[in-house]
């Protein structure tokens, strides 16, 4: 019997979301399930459930190595084959899914598209008119009918982006791990080769900012065979010469620039105010567009009035009573709102019914608490009023790590001779662990410096201990403390072993857990210590440690989501393994001090 186009579609998207042949049956009322095998074989349904799971990894991997401020050469070498592998596998499945189309349609394999014109941008260019080399960086040839193919790439929520390009300001609250960074890089390709426009983008540190070039240099080279280089990149357009910034919101030289700025995690960036002036300066112009977009932080965060036009209300009478859309309507295609900004609302679930199937919401709900979810996929702003820190004093101890002059991330010796302190933490009921490297103060003025953090997954302590002896070859380690608890006891008694000098058991009770978490609001209240801008997880991992009393209620102690659904306290107290090797009364200069080399 003939089946409908749309039962065949709703076949293939059951089949990738992994439902077997009969649970298709049952759902779509089918007589047998041989129609469903018979489907996968004529349209290649087995390769794009493959394609899908190489996706899923590589996806993972890219927001993972996304995640780490001070990359190494090797792991910036694979953060860009990874981002081109991924933008090549996306191009791929359009065009296996177009051609697959087309065949059940009876139509031409192109479907009337572009593929033949795209075909004359080659190396000859514009079907052999064009002799030899192009010009470096040379777009002149592209038009908006050469973009359809990248467009086709996009989910739902990507193309309302793109559909209110008119919008002067937008800004978009979204989920975790959304292509939202992606999405806006091949924007800015696009603007940029279009009109000629020159495009800014900044970021809370150099190495966020880098990753808006590598995903633009990949696109260009998987859709339109075009090899980009430089930094800025200078596109020759059809319109003159397009640059293209990536700054870190420190940069002494981002106020000179003009164009369409482009806003990254800007709830993840300090003095905000001082940012929201910097990118107003660059887009002054009405040309110029200027698009924010950000993962939520805290209610405490000075851009939290910024999203919800309390900053636009304050000092005007006339305003006070002026209703700003609600949140779901947000959620519903955008909308623009009084202060003629357009806001726009994107959750996980959103995200979802937009057709990117890269994560399975159930699997993260197990995975986090559901204040976590809530905060890091739903866009629920923390409400940080319960915690024992500010997000002001952890806003100053976010830094652009690239003004550490004397930490080379890529040498073999990153911090040559200098010492290190390690600080271990073993989730207390789940199969990770959280290692951080950490920089003591060694002269007047300086502070303590969170170099690394690394995540391990997997109960087998050995493969810890491995990685941890990989740190030892590259810093001089001269302490690590080590919480004993679960696996952690079998790593400690490995180093205990190796380094028995450097290593430290930190046994948890209530007093030892004070001590831990006043040394780190010693330190954070002072403002001695800092890390990378780019490691959101550890402002986070702060603000989830709450005072309490113990059981008896006889004892003021400190808790944290420290239990099966979540991990976001582990880096917190790693750290604090860390610096407590630096006591809370730490007045007097250590007398002497020692090292052994390996």
């Given amino acids: 019997m003939a089946y409908s186009p ?94 697959a189309q087309a065949v059940a349609d009876g139509t031409d394999s192109h479907g009337g598209t572009k593929s033949g014109s795209t075909q004359s941008n080659g190396s000859n260019g514009d079907g052999g008119k064009r002799k030899g080399r192009r010009k470096k960086n040379d777009v002149s040839h592209l038009t908006a009918d050469d973009f359809a193919t990248w467009h086709d790439t996009l989910f739902a929520y990507q193309k309302t982006m793109h559909s209110n390009l008119h919008q002067r300001i937008r800004n978009i609250l979204k989920s975790r791990q959304i292509g939202a960074t992606y999405y806006f890089a091949g924007e800015a390709f696009e603007q940029a080769t279009l009109t000629g426009d020159p495009q800014i983008f900044l970021s809370a ?51 000179s620039y003009h164009g369409h700025v482009y806003i990254d995690e800007y709830f993840w960036i300090g003095k905000f105010d001082v940012l929201n002036k910097l990118a107003s300066a660059m887009a002054t112009h009405k040309k110029w567009r200027k698009t924010y ?10 851009a939290y009035t910024f999203w919800t036009g309390d900053h636009w209300r304050q000092g005007k009478a006339e305003r006070e009573d002026i209703e700003f859309p609600a ?38 709900r197990d995975e986090y608490n ?3 979810f809530a905060n890091l996929f739903m866009c629920v702003f923390v409400d940080d009023a319960a915690s024992i820190f500010k997000f002001s004093d952890l806003e100053r101890c976010m830094v652009d790590a690239a003004r550490w002059q004397d930490h080379k991330p890529a040498a073999p010796r990153p911090f040559g001779n200098r010492e290190v302190w390690l600080g271990y933490d073993p989730s207390r009921t789940r199969d990770n662990a959280t290692l951080v490297v ?35 070859a590259k810093y001089r380690v001269t302490y690590i403390g080590v919480d ?115």
Wanted: glycine share 6%.
């Fill in 6 to 99: 749309e039962i065949r579609e709703a076949a293939k998207r059951l089949y990738l979301k992994r439902w077997t042949p009969d649970e298709i049956r049952d759902d779509l009322g089918l007589p047998n399930n041989r129609i469903i095998y018979y489907w996968a074989d004529k349209h290649g349904w087995r390769d794009l459930l493959r394609e899908e799971e190489v996706d899923d990894a590589i996806a993972r991997r890219i927001v993972l190595l996304t995640d780490i401020a001070d990359k190494t050469n090797g792991q910036i070498k694979e953060l860009d084959m990874l981002i081109q592998q991924h933008v090549r596998l996306k191009k791929q499945r359009i065009e296996a899914e177009r051609k």
């Fill in 205 to 255: 540190s150099r190495s966020q900012a880098e990753v808006f070039r590598s995903y633009i240099i990949a696109i260009a080279h998987e859709f339109f065979e075009i090899e980009l280089t430089g930094n800025p990149i200078v596109l020759n357009t059809a319109h003159g010469a397009a640059e293209l910034r990536f700054l870190s919101t420190n940069s002494k030289t981002a106020q």
């Fill in 293 to 302: 977009f950000s993962t939520p932080s805290t209610k405490a965060h000075p």
């Fill in 327 to 364: 949140f779901d309507a947000l959620r519903d295609g955008g909308r623009l709102c009084p202060d003629r900004q357009w806001r726009f609302v994107v959750t996980i679930q959103d995200a979802l019914a937009g057709g990117c199937e890269l994560f399975d919401i159930d699997e993260l």
């Fill in 370 to 372: 559901a204040d976590d």
């Fill in 438 to 472: 950490v920089a003591p103060p060694e002269k007047d003025g300086e502070k303590f410096r969170i170099l690394e953090k690394h995540y391990w997954r997997g109960m087998n302590f050995a493969h810890h201990v491995a990685e941890i002896q990989k740190i030892y």
């Fill in 484 to 598: 004993t608890t679960g696996i952690g006891a079998g790593v400690f008694d490995s180093i205990s072993t190796l380094y028995p000098r450097e290593a430290t058991a930190i046994h948890y009770s209530v007093n030892s857990k004070t001590r831990l978490v006043l040394k780190m609001v010693e330190l954070i209240e002072a403002g001695n210590i800092e890390w990378d801008a780019g490691h959101k997880d550890i402002a986070m991992s702060c603000l989830s440690i709450r005072r309490t009393t113990t059981d008896s209620g006889g004892a003021i102690t400190f808790k944290a989501s420290r239990d099966n659904t979540t991990g976001h306290a582990d880096v917190f107290f790693a750290i604090s393994h860390a610096v407590i090797n630096q006591p809370l009364n730490h007045q007097h200069q250590r007398k002497s001090s020692w090292s052994i080399q390996h």
